[in-house]
T-cell receptor, first 113, second 112 residues
Framework: KQEVTQIPAALSVPEGENLVLNCSFT??????LQWFRQDPGKGLTSLLL?????REQTSGRLNASLDKSSGRSTLYIAASQPGDSATYLC????????????FGPGTSLSVIP | DAGVIQSPRHEVTEMGQEVTLRCKPI?????LFWYRQTMMRGLELLIY????????DSGMPEDRFSAKMPNASFSTLKIQPSEPRDSAVYFC??????????FGPGTRLTVT
């Protein structure tokens, strides 16, 4: 059974720092992996989607990497800003049930001005 | 496109009452997902549809929960009778196969 974990559960950093969020999954047989952002009281917004054949995806100050064989993904945020404060969730799409994704518990990020 | 639309945004009801949550997916998306989010259990997939047909309802917690998708632009999630432990935020999401999922703003349900 695929399980997704995220470390740390919460992170607080001063504005301007570069930071890394981690995601691990137990079964490497995935079709793709997504990183989502959730603001308090809001829905989830997909930030980046990495196909299993890809190593990384970039969007602005965000860079997501995927090491499928080791079951790991990282989300790198450069020059963090207070507006980056949110919960970040990763989600994998298993090859065996590729219609649906399995979410991790999320990392709550606070960027202090 | 207006994105995924959910109504109501907030619902407060008494135990035993019927609750109906509504969702309008993004036009052209052939997958629709219902999720529930709580502090204790995180984000759980309840049921999903493909081309209006329910594919997997293994996440539906009990027979008190039911979902329908009568056409490509509308879906409902019904709880009857509701219980306090059903209190959560319910999200609807839509997508095309293998692509990003687009979430609605959610319905915050409180059952007293």
């Amino acid at each position: 059974k695929q399980e997704v974990t995220q470390i740390p559960a919460a992170l607080s950093v001063p504005e301007g720092e570069n930071l890394v969020l981690n995601c691990s999954f137990t079964d490497s047989a995935i079709y793709n992996l997504q990183w989502f952002r959730q603001d308090p009281g809001k829905g989830l917004t997909s930030l980046l989607l990495i196909q299993s054949s890809q190593r990384e995806q970039t969007s602005g100050r965000l860079n997501a990497s995927l090491d499928k064989s080791s079951g790991r993904s990282t989300l790198y945020i450069a020059a963090s800003q207070p507006g980056d404060s949110a919960t970040y969730l990763c989600a994998v799409r298993p090859e065996t049930s590729y219609d649906k994704v399995i979410f991790g518990p999320g990392t709550s990020l606070s960027v202090i001005p | 496109d207006a994105g995924v639309i959910q109504s109501p945004r907030h619902e407060v009801t008494e135990m035993g009452q019927e609750v109906t949550l509504r969702c309008k997916p993004i036009s052209g998306h052939d997958y629709l997902f219902w999720y529930r989010q709580t502090m204790m259990r995180g984000l759980e997939l309840l049921i999903y549809f493909n081309n209006n047909v329910p594919i997997d309802d293994s996440g539906m917690p009990e027979d008190r929960f039911s979902a329908k998708m009568p056409n490509a632009s509308f879906s409902t999630l019904k709880i009857q009778p509701s219980e306090p432990r059903d209190s959560a935020v319910y999200f609807c999401a839509s997508s095309t196969w293998g692509d990003k999922e687009y979430f609605g703003p959610g319905t915050r349900l409180t059952v007293t």
